[in-house]
Structures are given as C-alpha cells and as structure tokens.
C-alpha cells in the first residue's frame, strides 16, 4: 500500500501540527497503513519539524506500533499463568499450525497477525485470545478453527 502525503498531512494537521500529540498522530498513521511505513515517519518528521530520530525513537518505544506490515486481523493469546495452566500453550500452537505463522509474525496474504501478552487482567475467562479486540474465554485448540473461519469470512465479505 502506498503511502498518501495527503493522507499523512491530513492526520499531522488533525493534531495541529503540535509536537505532544505525535503519539496521537502515529497511532492514527497505523490505524489507516496497519503500520507505521518509514516513509510516512519521515513525513511527520518533516510536518511537525521534529528531528527524524524523535519520531523514529517514539515510533520503536512503543510496543503497540509497529514498522512491519501487520494483517487486518490480530489475534493475541494471553500466557499468563492462569491461562498457560488451562492450556494457551496448546492454543497458541494451534494457531500457529492453522496459521502458518509464529508469533509476531503475520500470514502472507496479510490476514492475521499472531501475538502473545503476559497477562489481559481476565484470568477467570482462561485461555482467553483476543482477537481485532474482542474477547474468546475458554479457548480450546479445537475452536481455533471456527474462530479463523468466522474472521476470515469477514475479510471476505468486505471485499465485495
């Protein structure tokens, strides 16, 4: 996907061009590119009048952006202890078969990104995954695939 200088400048100008709002700004980038192109950090680098580096250095602090195409699905499965006790490791391995893929990585065609966290704070739904941010509890390997399936019907149904 290309990056737009339109589409960039239309979201730096959003936020005013104000210095304290380039996480704000960055969020937004990701949110239309699925992830923050160099080109477009050296746009807003440009914008804002902040050195490359700056921009650069908030981009790769944060763990939530990220400078490698992601798919338009992320599917995250907590391994925290309650979780990983009730078996997230033989989901996420599933996933990971289902998928082709390991976390932190993405499948080819862009679909899916798969990611794991330490803990979601929802120990009592274990295994949980999260997937485009709504929550799965009770997770077992043997529901991954209807939960792929659902999802990828959506992707399909929005390519009309």
Request: proline share 4%; with cysteine; charged share 25%.
């Given at each position: 996907m290309k990056v737009s200088?339109?589409?960039v400048k239309s979201i730096v100008n959003k936020y005013h061009c104000r210095h304290d709002s380039l996480v704000a700004m960055l969020q937004d980038i990701?949110?239309?590119?699925?992830y923050l192109p160099g080109e477009a950090i050296k746009m807003v680098s440009d914008l804002v009048g902040l050195?490359?580096?700056q921009v650069y250095g908030v981009s790769t602090f944060f763990k939530?952006?990220?400078l490698e195409p992601r798919g338009k699905?992320?599917?995250t499965v907590c391994m925290g202890t309650?979780?990983?006790i009730r078996g997230a490791p033989k989901v996420l391995d599933e996933l990971s078969r289902k998928l082709g893929i390991q976390p932190k990585q993405t499948t080819k065609d862009q679909?899916?990104?798969l990611e794991t966290v330490n803990c979601l704070g929802a120990c009592a739904l274990g295994p949980i995954v999260v997937m485009d941010k709504k929550y799965y509890g009770?997770?077992?390997p043997g529901k991954v695939a209807g939960l792929l399936a659902d999802y990828k019907k959506k992707s399909n149904g929005k390519k009309k």
């Amino acid at each position: 996907m290309k990056v737009s200088e339109a589409k960039v400048k239309s979201i730096v100008n959003k936020y005013h061009c104000r210095h304290d709002s380039l996480v704000a700004m960055l969020q937004d980038i990701q949110d239309e590119y699925r992830y923050l192109p160099g080109e477009a950090i050296k746009m807003v680098s440009d914008l804002v009048g902040l050195p490359l580096i700056q921009v650069y250095g908030v981009s790769t602090f944060f763990k939530a952006f990220s400078l490698e195409p992601r798919g338009k699905h992320t599917c995250t499965v907590c391994m925290g202890t309650a979780c990983h006790i009730r078996g997230a490791p033989k989901v996420l391995d599933e996933l990971s078969r289902k998928l082709g893929i390991q976390p932190k990585q993405t499948t080819k065609d862009q679909e899916f990104t798969l990611e794991t966290v330490n803990c979601l704070g929802a120990c009592a739904l274990g295994p949980i995954v999260v997937m485009d941010k709504k929550y799965y509890g009770q997770m077992k390997p043997g529901k991954v695939a209807g939960l792929l399936a659902d999802y990828k019907k959506k992707s399909n149904g929005k390519k009309k």
